[in-house]
């Protein structure tokens, strides 16, 4: 009697893009349907290139650049770097997105420049947010990017899986990004390294897209390569009109090996916060409830979708920023910054008192945009609150949902939104 | 490759916005990132370490952000070899394709204090504290990357693929 073993979402995504029968463990070379650089590692990425001897990218349309870390340019060393982006893309013709188009992670799902069944890399470690809709995508370095952009391919270890399923409900109040915290308290910063997550159960499938891609856009946290989820009638009808290749939905086996398993009860999950500096340091907000803060911000890779401003503009409509504190606000993309001023949310934030600035990453990684000050308490939808992650090595960061964000901005201090959903607490 | 140095040794989950902040990356320059090289964890860092000295530190070396930066600020400030109880996925490829010397040894790591006297045989994998006389041995390479350092690291490897095709 045949055993063969069934396969993981990853194995069978690197079965598919190496021409092999790819199991975890297994060194591959595989081709990516697509590659990506950012604007802190493309420069080093076409250094690379220049030391490969190579004046050229494997497929134009597969390479996308992206102005986003800091973007409009703060200092002139940046718009250099921008400068020669810009000419990377004229000489090659990859992809530039330039200042205000936003960041990375939400544009190249948006643009369609991945679908459901890809194989692609980028050169920030947040790429692995695509696997919210099924692609397997890891961050690499700026060689291994300048490696896949001439080749087209590069090499990768078959990842072990770690199957996480959520049961029970969101209760309200509660949010997709609760639910990553939560993951990330329990099995700490390095709880899946070298592994891929594969997601599922009923919260992950009642969740929206946009939702999803905050449980993917933080499996780094936890050291993953991936954070997959299945494809279902969701993703498909969130790629209607994305991009010109069709979706290649991959499911796990029924007899998928896993390298370990574990079911979570959203249920018994309450708004939860990283507090400083790091993302597995997590605690119920009840417990960091009154901390005085001095700035807000919503946005970045993971929260700044048009859900997220939806939620914070339900919070604060109406409402007052602190005169303490400032709310700082930048939409993930511009197709984002155009829908939320269409649905009225961005007069809403203004109107209360938030500071909206240019889509792309914002003060996230500490550029621009919002440095905070020596001393100062900021609370964040952002993934990190490395010390120094926002430029000043004195400030100190709490990671949250929108929701907790848009509370606590109200109040100056930290605060469990759930006052403001019916049928919280 | 067999290097020499006293050892700096930090904590666990060490990570890349500390190795090299944000606010730096507005250079490439491995000089310009080596001066800032750790200074939000460690002030005295870049004005102590000395050519070869070896940088020491628990679980989870090199998390977060996927900056080459990062190796590159370390090997620049000086430092021969990174010894760790573990690295985290994206640095350690990176540290490869930069040709910054990795290792990975939990009980070295455990058997040595900052400034003890460390000399490494990074392709032995071999681990001795002078101070204390103890030696450790580092796990090895998996054979794929062992090759690939070899053949000169990913930038040779690729020109040869290209060559190829």
Redesign the interface.
């Known amino acids: 009697m045949s055993t063969i073993p069934g396969k993981t979402i990853a194995e069978k995504i690197f079965s598919a893009h190496s021409g092999t029968d790819a199991y975890a463990g297994d060194i591959v070379v595989a081709d990516v349907d697509f590659v990506m650089g950012q604007d802190g590692t493309t420069p080093l990425a076409i250094r690379a290139l220049e030391n490969m001897g190579v004046d050229e990218v494997f497929d134009p349309a597969r390479v996308a650049v992206v102005m986003d870390h800091s973007s409009p340019s703060p200092i002139e060393g940046v718009s250099a770097l921008h400068t020669m982006m810009r000419e990377f893309g004229k000489k090659t013709g990859a992809k530039v997105y330039d200042v205000g188009c936003g960041v990375c992670h939400q544009l190249i799902p948006e643009a369609g420049h991945v679908v459901p069944g890809d194989l692609m890399v980028g050169c920030d470690s947040h790429t692995c947010t695509y696997g919210a809709v099924n692609v397997f995508s890891t961050g690499v370095g700026s060689t291994d990017g300048a490696a896949a952009m001439a080749s087209g391919k590069l090499w990768f270890k078959v990842p072990d899986t770690m199957k996480v399923t959520y049961t029970g409900e969101l209760r309200p109040g509660v949010f997709s990004k609760d639910l990553i915290l939560a993951l990330a308290g329990k099995i700490g910063a390095d709880g899946a390294t070298y592994m891929a997550l594969e997601f599922h159960g009923p919260v992950i499938d009642a969740l929206s897209v946009d939702a999803r891609m905050t449980i993917s856009n933080m499996a780094i946290e936890v050291g993953a390569k991936a954070g997959l989820m299945r494809a279902d009638a969701k993703t498909l009808a969130w790629y209607e009109g994305r991009g010109d290749r069709a979706p290649q939905p991959v499911d796990p086996d029924a007899d998928a090996v896993y390298a370990s398993e574990l079911v979570l009860d959203a249920s018994a999950v309450g708004p939860q916060v990283a507090k400083p500096h790091a993302v597995d340091n997590v605690s119920p907000i009840e417990e960091v409830a009154g901390t005085p803060i001095a700035q807000g911000y919503i946005g970045t890779c993971t929260n700044g979708r048009l859900e997220d401003l939806e939620i914070a503009a339900s919070i604060l409509r109406g409402r007052k920023v602190h005169p303490d504190v400032r709310l700082i606000i930048a939409p993930a993309s511009k197709q984002i910054l155009l829908d939320a001023m269409e649905a009225g949310y961005i007069r809403d934030l203004v109107e209360a008192g938030a500071v909206m600035v240019s889509p792309g990453c914002g003060p996230c990684v500490g550029t621009h945009n919002g440095v905070p000050s020596d001393g100062e308490n900021v609370i964040s939808t952002a993934n990190r609150n490395f010390k120094g992650r926002m430029g000043n090595s004195n400030a100190f960061i709490y990671l949250g949902s929108p929701a907790a964000v848009a509370a606590s901005v109200i109040e100056g201090v930290i605060t469990d939104p759930r006052q403001y959903f019916k049928g919280g607490e | 490759m067999r290097f020499s140095g006293a050892a700096h040794r930090y904590g666990r989950?060490i990570?890349t916005?500390?190795i090299i902040?944000?606010?730096y990356?507005?250079?490439?320059d491995p000089a310009e990132l080596a001066a800032h090289c750790l200074?939000?964890?460690d002030a005295s860092f870049v004005s102590t370490v000395q050519p070869g000295d070896v940088l020491v530190a628990e679980?989870?070396f090199g998390?977060?952000?996927?900056?080459?930066?990062a190796p590159i600020a370390i090997q620049h400030a000086g430092v021969s070899v990174v010894i760790a109880k573990?690295f985290?996925?994206?640095f350690y490829?990176?540290a490869i394709?930069?040709g910054l010397p990795i290792m990975e040894a939990p009980d070295a790591v455990d058997g040595i204090r900052t400034g003890d006297r460390v000399t490494v045989d990074v392709d032995e994998g071999l681990i001795l504290n002078e101070t204390t006389g103890e030696s450790f041995r580092a796990a090895p390479f998996?054979p794929?990357v062992k090759e690939?350092i070899t053949a000169g690291?990913?930038?040779e490897?690729?020109?040869r693929?290209?060559r190829k095709?």
């Open positions: 989950d990570d916005d500390v902040p944000a606010r990356l507005n250079s490439s200074e939000d964890l679980e989870n998390c977060g952000s996927s900056r080459e930066h573990s985290a996925r994206i490829r990176n394709n930069t998996p794929f690939m690291g990913l930038v490897r690729t020109k693929q290209l095709d």
